[in-house]
């Protein structure tokens, strides 16, 4: 009965979806905000900046090569301090509930969005909790000395020093352009943070409804600068448990899947309706210790944890052997990760010995955090926190594993309210400072230094590697970086895993991005 | 004759079955140490997800196979009972504690120490039961022994009731005005006279207070709210398998199955019981 | 009538007062600044703080707070989410169909099925019939559900593939909510009958879970209530009379027998809740449940402040309601309830 039900259901089904491309993305977390210069996480920026937004260049889908977009060209002068950008005429902003466009995108638009997260006297500044975690890691508020609108299709920079990876910086998902019509009309109503949580953009789709803890509903935008998307209408169907989501792709009731478990990767890839598709990920995931927190702030003891963890077990028990362990911050796939890093190998004695040395011969109590979610650098952080507490009792270290939901998880970090977590990242510019930089710097403490550790020494290595603009000066500078790094160790390196995406084969011209986000504009149905 | 409330129990075979199946779960928690078992906490390296010895693949080092990280499955299961038994018998200790005495003093004194009781009663009452607990675990933090006390704060109203109502029924019979007319002190009067007259409703409440308790902590457990790892508590090792369910099923059959076990046996006790004990049924 | 209903609710109202102090004192023992925890740092200018402690009101004496709580609430005004920044009471109203919808379908097939069980079995007293039947519902009574629901999944998801695992409806359906109800609004909304029976393909295996125990339960009353209600003198009398066995038990034995049992199904709604907490985080249910539970991971604590007490309320008017059928189906309790 049931199963004639569900041929029944089948058959009615295909018919409705031949008339409309329908295509559902089961994703792992509910998006924290709709806009993008307040995000911080992948669910977040996916949800919103690659859907409903554009930005002044853009990575080309699938590599980390930039690419015009709002910006049709621009001009660098010759010391590297001003960019000039021409922008794209005839570009429509979405129509919504909210907002009825006047008029197209233009220069307005890029002031209104930099100034809202740059100036603390911007009418925008303060709203929806004002956390500009990006432009504060990237230290965009200590670069851009001044943006400038030369007439209604131009704006150029001004930049405090030269800075090579400023181009790709505006590329990236925080940087994404918002309406200054559409906040100027907030304003009047009152209604400020509406700019945030119905948000109005110049992207491929328009937000239609968004359903906390359940789904997010998109259609095509019709009007799109670069034509309207194959796809009609795309729904993010929010299913935070991996294995939920394997079994309803398994069902067809959704055509991707975020983050597969990587114990049910065989399934799929032996499945006739599904494909498995991967990439070697340029990503990271690290075990942060907070340096400002007693014991941590001997670097005898955080040495003592790197000895202490058997890695090696990890990346069969939890990776399923998708990963290989990390010695640098920078992913070998990034330029400019360095060979020679001397890694802690492991080694329990040794652990003791360094604990003893610095003054915790029967060890200590402390608490470790978990991720609660399953990312593409860390399949499953409470089951990687048991082997860590495991191993840690080995050497005297009593640990207590604590976690909270993602964004009260990724809060807290920043706050640095922790002892030791699970965290990790993937690169979302493919520049090597976007790892040594954005991830270590003094500046990122508060954003996402999460180990909040400071060294000036090797804060001025990095700020070097960042200002000369010649690619070999650059390695040579993040080879130097690397090894204060690993020598300090405000982290345990733990994987670069492999990226999975399971998908439907009525699928066409998915690419997994290497910058961790998914650009759906492109896709069509079978 | 009259048979003793002990003699008619014996007869019964639902609660015979219970108490023996109990037995045998008690003396597993009790001597768990005793026992040829590898430590409940130990991971064996490259020993993820081995079958039971049952199964081909199985062997006799880990007779129920292991878990994702390699502990040891028959250990945890069986020190998974010293927690749930434990901490289930300290549940009805306290709620027949803390239960017991508001109950009986409200139904002995009546007046607004009864008002006030009732009241407290209705407010827990009103508030849906796990829920509460929830949310008091979420306040204290989520640890094995706050979440005893969110789920003893939800029995207390059924504890409360069914003894303030038996000595509501006590209070006016003869021999207590009697031992009142001899001139009986209120304490006395309440534990040495009325009280073992109120025992038979409370040792029956005691009895489903066991399932129910140890049903609320092993849901606790599941939420991730109860025990944390690596306590092998049976709620937290079924969450734990949940990914697993179709790669090893086995891990996700037998922890369900020792806290049905452990539930049906407190609750055919406690119908066993209430039958022995009011023989009317 | 009207007087008791009267005293019923002048009794609920203290209750009530008493449910949303406990309420407001919980939230307010979390160790810790709530507005610190509940923002990063980063929105920690001193600014942004004071501003939040303000919009929360945090920055009044305790019972001022607790004052504007309730009489905020009386108003239907219950606060705004920290994580959505929507109103509770709107995040309530939308989840709670779901719930609703869930828990009268589990509550039909429990009444449905439980009561003719408990029938045959009290017909069949003492016999393998009647212990069959027994040990069936002491086994559901026993059941922990998130287990259960577990074995249901592994079978009929995983294994045999016939129904789904989680959520309400396909995600391909775009169903705007009109009631709530989605049996009721895939019609409305024109879905016809492949949404209809999407709907119901995802709710047969949450209902069958939360309708275990209540199901159980009323197997078991009715049982022994039809037992105790077969012993009474009128239903001796009637046999004495020479009535047919099947007029002795359907025409009278059955309806008295069955006034407690109306009680136990109107006081299950606490269990369903219960049980809902646990149902819809395992079938990712979209329903109030499933919202608590993650706003305690949340950290949320206006919904958990307000969310406790719009349940409460229902169950409390749910008791008065109850009490109201129990003193109208038996009469003689009128006069000293």
Redesign the interface.
């Known amino acids: 009965m049931?199963?004639l039900?569900?041929v029944?259901?089948a058959l009615?089904?295909s018919a409705?979806?031949q008339a409309e491309k329908?295509f559902?993305y089961c994703s792992e977390a509910n998006p924290k905000t709709f806009n993008p210069m307040l995000a911080d996480d992948g669910p977040s920026f996916n949800a919103s900046s690659q859907m409903l937004y554009n930005r002044l260049v853009e990575f080309k889908t699938g590599t980390t090569e930039i690419e015009p977009s709002l910006a049709e060209k621009w001009e660098i002068s010759k010391d590297g301090k001003t960019y000039t950008f021409k922008l794209r005429k005839g570009v429509k902003w979405h129509t919504t509930e909210a907002f009825k466009p006047t008029r197209d995108f233009n220069a307005d638009d890029i002031l209104f969005t930099f100034h809202r997260a740059l100036k603390k006297d911007h009418p925008f500044h303060?709203v929806?909790?004002?956390?500009?975690?990006y432009y504060?890691g990237m230290e965009m508020d200590k670069l851009i000395k001044e943006i400038k609108k030369v007439d209604d299709y131009t704006v150029r920079f001004t930049l405090t020093r030269s800075e090579a990876p400023f181009l790709a910086n505006v590329a990236m998902n925080f940087a994404a352009i918002l309406s200054a019509e559409y906040g100027d009309q907030m304003i009047k109503a009152g209604t400020k943070?509406k700019m945030d949580?119905d948000p109005v953009g110049t992207g491929p789709f328009v937000l239609k409804?968004f359903?906390?803890?359940?789904?997010i509903?998109y259609e095509a935008f019709t009007d799109y600068w670069q034509g309207k998307a194959k796809l009609d209408?795309v729904?993010f169907?929010i299913?935070p448990?991996?294995?939920?989501r394997f079994?309803?792709l398994?069902?067809g009731?959704?055509h991707l899947i975020a983050e597969p478990?990587p114990?049910d990767l065989p399934?799929i890839s032996g499945n006739p309706n599904l494909k498995l598709m991967s990439q070697p990920g340029a990503n990271v995931g690290y075990l942060a210790l907070n340096v400002e927190k007693a014991p941590f702030n001997k670097v005898e003891v955080r040495q003592a944890v790197a000895h202490a963890l058997?890695r090696e077990?990890y990346m069969?028990?939890v990776y399923q052997g998708t990963a290989s362990i990390a010695k640098n911050p920078i992913p070998p796939t990034v330029w400019g990760s360095s060979p020679d890093t001397k890694d802690y190998e492991y080694n329990p004695e040794k652990a003791k010995e360094l604990l003893k040395k610095a003054g915790f011969p029967d060890g200590f109590e402390t608490d470790l955090w978990t991720l609660?979610v399953s990312r593409p650098y860390n399949p499953?952080g409470?089951?990687m926190?048991?082997?860590m507490?495991?191993d840690l009792a080995k050497v005297g270290i009593k640990v207590?594993?604590v976690?909270?939901?993602w964004?009260?998880y990724?809060?807290?970090t920043?706050?640095?309210d922790f002892q030791m977590a699970q965290l990790g990242w993937t690169t979302d510019n493919g520049d090597p400072d976007n790892f040594m930089g954005t991830l270590l710097a003094c500046g990122a403490i508060?954003?996402s230094n999460i180990a909040r550790w400071c060294d000036k020494s090797y804060d001025q290595i990095v700020m070097k590697a960042k200002t000369v603009t010649d690619m070999k000066a650059r390695t040579v500078q993040y080879f130097k970086a690397q090894e204060a790094f690993k020598k300090n160790a405000p982290w345990v390196t733990l994987a670069h895993a492999t990226v999975f995406r399971g998908l439907s084969k009525k699928v066409e011209n998915y690419k997994i991005s290497p910058l961790g986000t998914e650009d759906f504009y492109p896709l069509d149905m079978k | 004759m009259k048979k003793s409330p002990w003699a008619r129990l014996c007869e019964n075979r639902g609660a015979v079955v219970s108490l023996v199946l109990l037995s045998v779960w008690v003396l597993l928690a009790i001597l768990a140490p005793l026992l040829p078992l590898n430590p409940p906490a130990q991971i064996f390296d490259g020993e993820q997800l081995k079958l039971p010895m049952w199964n081909e693949g199985g062997s006799s080092r880990f007779p129920m196979g292991t878990d994702d990280l390699g502990r040891d499955l028959l250990s945890r299961l069986i020190y998974g009972a010293q927690i749930s038994l434990g901490f289930g018998f300290l549940n009805v200790v306290a709620s027949v504690l803390i239960g017991g005495t508001l109950g009986l003093t409200a139904g002995y004194f009546g007046g607004w120490w009864d008002r006030l009781v009732l009241r407290m009663v209705d407010i827990l009452m009103a508030l849906p039961s796990l829920l509460l607990a929830i949310v008091v675990v979420a306040v204290l933090g989520p640890s094995l022994w706050n979440a005893l006390w969110a789920v003893t704060l939800v029995a207390l109203p059924g504890f409360i009731r069914i003894t303030r109502a038996s000595v509501l029924a006590e209070r006016e019979k003869e021999y207590v005005q009697a031992s009142r007319a001899f001139g009986a002190g209120a304490l006395r009067q309440m534990f040495k006279t009325i009280l073992p007259n109120c025992m038979a409703p409370l040792i029956v409440q005691a009895s489903l207070g066991f399932s129910d308790g140890i049903l609320n902590m092993a849901a606790l457990g599941f939420l991730g709210l109860g025990a944390q790892p690596p306590t092998p508590e049976w709620g937290a090792m079924l969450a734990d398998s949940k990914a697993y369910m179709e790669t090893a099923s086995w891990l996700v059959y037998w922890p369900g199955l020792c806290i049905l076990s452990v539930v049906l046996a407190f609750n055919l006790l406690g119908d066993g019981l209430r039958d022995a004990f009011d023989p009317k049924l | 009538m009207l007087s008791f209903l009267l005293r019923r609710l002048l009794h609920a109202g203290p209750t009530l007062l008493g449910v949303s102090l406990v309420a407001f004192m919980l939230i307010r023992l979390v160790p810790g600044d709530p507005v610190l925890l509940m923002l990063g740092e980063r929105g920690g200018s001193p600014e942004a703080v004071a501003q939040l402690r303000h919009n929360l009101g945090l920055d009044q004496p305790l019972y001022m707070q607790y004052w504007h709580f309730i009489a905020n609430a009386a108003t239907g005004d219950f606060g705004n989410s920290v994580v959505s920044n929507r109103p509770v009471w709107e995040e309530f109203t939308d989840r709670f169909p779901a719930t609703l919808e869930l828990s009268l379908v589990a509550l039909l097939w429990a009444v449905l099925l439980g009561v003719p069980i408990g029938v045959i079995a009290a017909l069949k007293r003492r016999r393998w019939m009647d212990y069959v039947l027994m040990s069936v519902s002491l086994v559901g009574y026993s059941m922990p559900i998130f287990w259960w629901g577990l074995m249901l999944i592994l079978l009929f998801s995983v294994s045999l593939g016939w129904t789904p695992v989680s959520g309400r409806i396909s995600a391909a359906f775009d169903l705007e909510p009109w009631s709530g109800f989605y049996l009721l609004d895939t019609w409305v909304r024109g879905l016809g009958w492949a949404g209809f029976w999407a709907a119901v393909n995802h709710m047969i295996l949450p209902a069958l879970v939360l309708g275990t125990i209540p199901f159980a339960a009323i197997a078991r009353m009715t049982r022994s209530s039809l037992l105790e209600v077969m012993r009474e003198d009128y239903v001796r009398t009637a046999k004495a009379k020479g009535l047919s066995f099947f007029q002795i038990v359907f025409v009278h034995a059955l309806r008295n027998a069955l006034i407690p049992v109306v009680t136990v199904i109107g006081l299950m709604l606490g269990m369903l809740l219960t049980g809902a907490v646990l149902t819809e985080t395992l079938f990712s249910w979209p329903g109030v449940g499933r919202w608590m539970v993650a706003s305690v991971l949340a950290r949320d604590y206006p919904v958990l402040q307000s969310g406790v007490l719009l349940l409460s309320v229902l169950i409390v008017a749910m008791n008065v309601l109850v009490d109201l059928l129990y003193t109208w189906l038996n009469p003689r309790l009128r006069g000293n309830v």
């Open positions: 049931v199963r039900l569900s029944l259901l009615v089904f409705s979806a329908v559902v303060t929806s909790g004002g956390n500009y975690t504060l943070e949580t409804r359903t906390k803890d359940n789904s509903r209408k729904v169907a299913t448990d991996p294995s939920v079994n309803k398994k069902a009731e959704c478990q114990q399934q058997n077990n069969q028990v609660p499953n409470k089951k926190g048991e082997l507490q495991a207590k594993l976690t909270y939901d964004g009260t990724l809060d807290k920043k706050k640095g508060n954003a």
